[in-house]
């Protein structure tokens, strides 16, 4: 399992937030707003995963109540 893999859904959050700021920067350059759309497009999927799952389980629990 990779480092990325073991963040929270919190931390997934915290580095796209840090991830848009950068993009706010006027002095960026084309490429790098590229990869850093990139990179925060994944850490938001890896979040929606993760909520997904979060979501699924409440709802097993509550189908066993």
Do not use: C, H, R, W
């Not at 890896?46 to 799952?53: I, N, V």
Request: charge should be negative; charged fraction near 45%.
């Amino acid at each position: 399992m990779s480092k990325d893999e073991n963040k929270s859904f919190e931390d997934k959050i915290e580095e796209s937030k840090k991830l848009l700021e950068k993009l706010i920067d006027p002095e960026i350059t084309l490429s790098n707003s590229v990869d850093i759309y990139k990179k925060g497009m994944q850490e938001l999927e890896s979040a929606q995963k993760l909520l997904d799952e979060a979501k699924f389980e409440f709802q097993e629990i509550s189908d066993i109540k």
